[in-house]
């Protein structure tokens, strides 16, 4: 098992950025493929972006992309979501997830959920 603890969420302005970070402990890191989702209010948890085992292949969601970068260091058991040019669409729940077996978009494969960090943009 593994557990995750997400951090650095908070208040920014419009336009600003934000560095999410989620810290695993319980087994090997690098054994798990890593993930960000996100749930804004009244609205399903949606995927933002995924990192493979080794790092050396991301996944973005659409919207995200070239604001967002999703990167790992295993010798910290830490994955990051840095996201630039925020925006209030992106006020939400952040959710760090992993999984062992799956490297993908969808919620449904990640069995590990840490509690979320709560991002909120100004306009």
């Known amino acids: 098992q593994v557990q995750l603890e997400e951090s650095g969420g908070g208040l920014v302005q419009f336009g600003g950025s934000l560095r999410l970070s989620c810290v695993a402990s319980g087994r090997a890191f690098s054994d798990y493929a890593m993930a960000w989702f996100r749930q804004a209010p009244g609205k399903e948890r949606e995927f933002v972006a995924a990192i493979s085992w080794s790092g050396s292949s991301t996944i973005y969601t659409d919207s995200v992309k070239g604001r967002a970068t999703i990167s790992r260091d295993n010798t910290k058991n830490t994955v990051y979501l840095q996201m630039n040019s925020l925006k209030p669409e992106d006020t939400a729940v952040y959710y760090c997830?992993?999984?062992?077996?799956?490297?993908?978009?969808?919620?449904?494969?990640?069995?590990?959920w840490g509690q979320g960090t709560r991002v909120t943009v100004s306009s």
């Open positions: 997830a992993a999984d062992r077996t799956v490297f993908g978009t969808s919620k449904r494969g990640y069995d590990y």
